[in-house]
Structure formats: C-alpha cells, structure tokens
C-alpha cells in the first residue's frame, strides 16, 4: 500500500506493532452469493426449510442453515463435507446465512446430522412445495413436459445400501448393470429427472434402485405431473423406454398425451422399412437450415410424412427423415462394414501362417463371428473354405538319400473369403436417416410434434450438467441415507441454476442482446449458462474498515460493467453488492 495512504488511514507500517487506535482492512469474500441468495429468496427456500424440519433444542446450528450451506457450495464450489469450513471462512458469514459465531461449528459431522433431519423428512412434499413456489413465482408454463434417466455412480462397495429400512424408510438398493458413466465395475442408482419445455426448469426428480427398469417408471412420474399440474392437460415427452403398451394405455386412459420414439425392436418399425423398398411417399419439408457443423457442406433438411402402415395399438405414428442424420447413417455403415472387412482380411493373414492356431473348422468359424462382429454381421458375411496341403515327411530321421522313403500327409488349410451383402445394403440405404414418433396427439402438425420432441436434448443437458458442473458422480458418502438427501439437494440445485439462466435468457431476448462476452478471450457467448453467469463474479471481494473491533467504514466492489448487465438481465438489485 502507497505510504501516503497508510499516513491518511493510520495504518502501522510494515515490520511496525500495531498500537491502540490502529485501523484494520478486513476483506471478505461474496464471489456470486448474492445472486444465488437472491434467487433462494425467491422460492423461500429457508422458510420452507424451517418449517418441515425439526428443530434441535439447542443446536447451535438449525438444520435448515447447515443444509443451506451445502446447497450454496454445490452451486458455487462443490468442495466434499470436510472442506466446507474452509470453503465457507473467506465468505462474508451473512450471506451463507451464519454470523461470525456460527462459522466454527460448519463442520461434516453436523453437516451429516444435518443431512439425516432431511432423509428423514417428507422429501416429496417438501420438493413440491418448492416447486409450486417456483412455478408461481416465475410463472413456469406447464403446457409440455420432458423425461429422461440416467445414472448416478457411487465409488465404494456400500453393501449396507441393499434397500433395508432406516429409522421408518426404506432405503434404496445400490446394484450393478448398466451404467451410462461407463463405469461397469462400480454400484450405481437411477436418477429420473422431468422439466418443463419453459426453459428446461426441472419440476420433478425420483432416485430409485440402480438396476431398475425405466418403462415402469413412467407411470408414476406422470401421476406427480398430473397432481402437479392439476389436470391432464400437458404432453409427456419422453425416449423410447415410454414405449410399452400397458404404460401408454394408461396414459392415454387417463386422458393423458404423449410423445416418444418408436423402438426398432416393433413389428411397426420392420413393416415401414419394407414398405419404403417399393413405394413413394409425399413427405413434407417442415424444416431447412444451413449445415450447423459445416455451412459449405448440404442444408439440414428435415421431412416428415403420417405412416401408411398404422401403429398396432391405435395411436398415431408419423414417420422423419433427416438429411444429416441419413448421411450418419451411411457413413457408420460404410466404417463397419470397411472395419469387418480388414479384420476378414487380418484373420485370413493368420490363417496362412505356419504358427496358426486355428486348426479346426469351429475354431475359424468363431473367429470369423468376433472378427465381424454383432454391428456388422447384417451387411458382411463370410465362407469358411478348406483347401487340402499335401505334406512329406521322411519315415525315418537321417540324411536322405536314394532309398528313403516319405511318408505322405494331407492336412487342411482353411481360407475365410468375405461375402459382403448388397442386396442389405441396398436395403437399409432406402430408409438411412428415418425414425417414427409415435403419440396419441391427433390436433399438433408433424412440424409442432417434431418441434416438441426437439427439445429433448434440453432435459439431456441439464443431465450433463449434474455430471460435470455440479460433479455428483462419482458420490463418496458410507450412508445410502444420506446420499438420498444429497441428492435432493441436487434437485434444488439444478433447479436454482435452471431459473437463473431461465432469467437471464428471457431478459436477453426481451431487451434485444444477442450475446455476452462471457468465453474465453471474451468471445460472444449467445446462451449463458448459469455456471457462466456465477463465474463471472467469481473473485469479487468486499472491504471494511476497523479501529479497535469497532467497524468505521464499507468499501463495496466495484463491478464491471459486464456484471452490473448481467445483474440486471438476471433481475437482481444492485444493491446486493453494496458490501
């Protein structure tokens, strides 16, 4: 610091003891809690915290604080339990709703109590209120809903996490199977998540055993909708898995619509592919844009035509094709089968070799199958041939000479000769880039039904960003239970991060501006994320003044002028930085 202003403040100079009357510089950090709080007043997240959780007669912490805390962290830092304290020290203690006195008592033991009070709670009840405080407050629509799953993975055995029941609840099994992080060799648990097609909002999350179906699944997402929204008047998106028969039945008994995608595994699906081998359909252009990956490159068109062949069930199929995803389609055809016919080529090579060990006719056969492989076997076939090799063999060892004799032997070589199969290629060629979407809406145009599905993507990305922004995989707490209420708070996470850019993206598009330079060398970013927004106001600090412990003076931040415009696209008061 200039000596100047050390004189006009009276602050000691360096290597000198500090005597009374000495003034003191105290920074404190705020970063983006303001904004966070500011949404977290909106839902009244601690009232309602405060009210479905029991007090602990005196605890120096309410659970609702701690877990506060812990939601603060996952938005901004995602430090483990054990590292909250210091996560939480540099912090200005009002704005993760403590006081100075308070700070030293946030450690993971209470952090642990704190999550046990909230497994133990009506977590349902809890998530909806929130959410219809959400929907209120930030007039969500409710006209269309998407669905989609994926996994959550623990690292560690959890053998106690078998679905055995804690303190009245069961709790729910960690299992083997499949699992979408690619990580086969560790304990997982389904995650199902629905948000409304009003700025992908999250609206309604379930965490159920990790090897469960999700077809059955579907029913009682819809039923929370359906009691959410207070009639059946929505359209529930949702993959492929919502196509089984008894689910869309009910739903559509119910008088509930839906959207998906018809699996290729339906009788529906072979039946049109055959159909299109000799007839002509009126498909209708119902989108063309420029090529998004390379402008140079043909348009992306999109067509859609009503099936001829009708879905067994009754309801409406409606057939797409896509230019890109047609040239996708030949391209990964033409890569298996080019891959198929050089591992061909690889085997016959072996074959040859005098230090072959495929010698029996199954041993080739079983190396042609791997060598083809599952992906390949439709377009790529082979024939296993057998050539006789005469062989001669001195009968006794010895130089030979004019009276030796041989010993005549003939063994079998074996050859496998490719047979590519044009006739199937031909035959997938004719329908590369189609798939059928099948729904009991009869009123939406092929246009809206493919716009509708389209968005999609939207709930698979707020999936991405559990994953890699809010970093819940891989989990790495003992307790199944306590992972439960974790887990809630990723809901209420997701949620607050899904308003956030909700606001700001509405605010942009009302006001008229196009991008904020929120990249890397300050490149026009059209879409904020609210992982962008926070870090935008990632190293702001406050300072005050001091002179003996008594406060003197505020120093509020001065904010640039990127982040007083994203504080007023996202509606939040200046004045939550005024120090």
Known sequence: MPTTLINLLGLPFPGTVPTRGTFRLHSAH???????????????LEEIL??????????????????????????????????LHGWASPYRPDLLGLSPRTVPFLNDDRLGRDLDALFDADRGSLA?????????????????????????????????????????????????????????????????????????????????????NDCPTHRESWEALLALKGSPEFLYVADSKLCDGDTLRYLDGKGGRFLTVLPRSRKEDRLFREYVQTHELAWETVRRRPNPRNQARSADVWKMVESPIPAGDGFRLVWTWNSLMAEE????????????????????????????????????????????????ARWVGWEVREEP?????????????????????????????????????????????????????????????????????????????????????????????RVEALLFLYFLAMLVEALIER????????????????????????APTTDRILGAFEVVTAHHLEQEGREVQRFAPKLTEQQLELLRLAGVPEESYAG
């Open 30 to 44: 705020l970063g983006s809690l303001p904004i966070v709080n500011h949404f977290l007043r909106r839902l009244r």
């Open 50 to 83: 405060l009210t479905r959780l029991p007090a602990t007669p005196g605890a120096r912490l309410d659970h609702s604080a701690g877990l506060l805390v812990l939601l603060r962290n996952l938005l901004v830092s995602r430090e483990p339990l054990y590292g």
């Open 128 to 212: 909806t209120e929130v959410v219809v405080r959400a929907i209120r407050e930030f007039r969500i629509d409710l006209e269309r809903f998407h669905n989609d799953s994926t996994t959550v993975t623990l690292q560690g055995a959890y053998r106690k996490a078998d679905g055995r029941r804690k303190r009245g609840q069961r709790t729910l099994r960690a299992a083997l199977g499949h699992n979408k992080d690619h990580r086969p060799d560790l304990k997982q648990l389904l995650w199902i998540l629905t948000v409304s097609a009003d700025g992908a909002v999250p609206v309604h999350y379930r965490v159920v055993d990790g090897n469960t």
């Open 329 to 376: 389609d030949r391209e990964s055809r033409e890569d298996r089968i080019g891959r198929a016919m050089v591992h061909l080529d690889e085997l016959e090579e072996r074959l040859q070799s005098p230090k072959t060990k495929l010698r029996t006719r199954a041993a080739v056969v079983k190396a042609a199958e791997k060598a083809v492989g599952s992906s390949a």
């Open 389 to 481: 090799v005469e062989q001669f063999h001195q009968e006794q060892r010895g130089r030979p000479g004019k009276d030796t004799r041989f010993r005549r032997t003939v063994k079998t070589r074996f050859h496998v000769v490719p047979r590519p199969d044009e006739a199937a290629i031909v035959y997938d060629a004719k329908s590369d880039g189609m798939f059928p979407l099948l729904t009991n809406e009869r009123k939406l145009s092929p246009k809206e039904l493919l716009e509708a599905y389209h968005f999609q993507p939207r709930l698979e990305k707020r999936h991405e960003q559990l994953k890699t922004v809010l970093e819940v995989s891989p989990m790495q707490l003992k307790n199944i239970d």
């Open 503 to 526: 606001e700001v993206r509405q605010s942009m598009e009302a006001q008229g501006v196009k991008s904020i330079p929120l990249y890397p060398e300050g490149r026009p970013c059209p």
